[in-house]
């Protein structure tokens, strides 16, 4: 059964970098889609970023496009998420989840109830933003 597991959550100060790591056991057909969740206290759970597993598209919500990279080395079966220039805004936990696709858009619409479509989810990774 496919695992994954997140890390390099931390504390940060505003505007600093952070770069997570999402490493799958395997990543098969039906799970080769990876996306970023964060989730805030008392907050739902908000999808950041995802990687295809068709071509490696990559997609972001508009909070954090611009700042945030995601990436894949399939070597290590390993999809990170590089984060620059963080704001206070960005702190909660960090989790990964794998699909067959990617489901943070349809169309151009910023589908904000996606993590639903996922089965698959890491633990999650803490990461605080603050002085």
């Known amino acids: 059964q496919l695992q994954l597991v997140e890390s390099g959550g931390g504390l940060v100060q505003p505007g600093g970098s952070l770069r997570l790591s999402c490493v799958a056991s395997?990543?098969?057909?039906?799970?080769?889609?990876v996306a970023w969740f964060r989730q805030a206290p008392g907050k739902e759970r908000e999808g950041v970023s995802c990687?295809?597993?068709?071509?490696?598209?990559?997609y972001y919500s508009n909070s954090v496009r611009g700042r945030f990279t995601i990436s894949r080395d399939k070597a290590k079966n390993t999809v990170y998420l590089q984060m620059n220039l963080l704001k206070p805004e960005d702190s909660g936990v960090y989790y990964c989840?794998?699909?067959?696709?990617?489901?943070?858009?349809?169309?151009?619409?910023?589908?904000?109830?996606?993590?639903?479509?996922?089965?698959?989810w890491g633990q999650g990774t803490q990461v605080t933003v603050s002085t």
């Open positions: 989840a794998a699909d067959r696709s990617c489901h943070l858009y349809a169309g151009d619409s910023y589908r904000r109830r996606s993590h639903l479509e996922y089965e698959v």
């Open positions: 395997e990543f098969t057909k039906d799970h080769s889609a």
């Open positions: 990687i295809s597993g068709a071509d490696d598209s990559t």
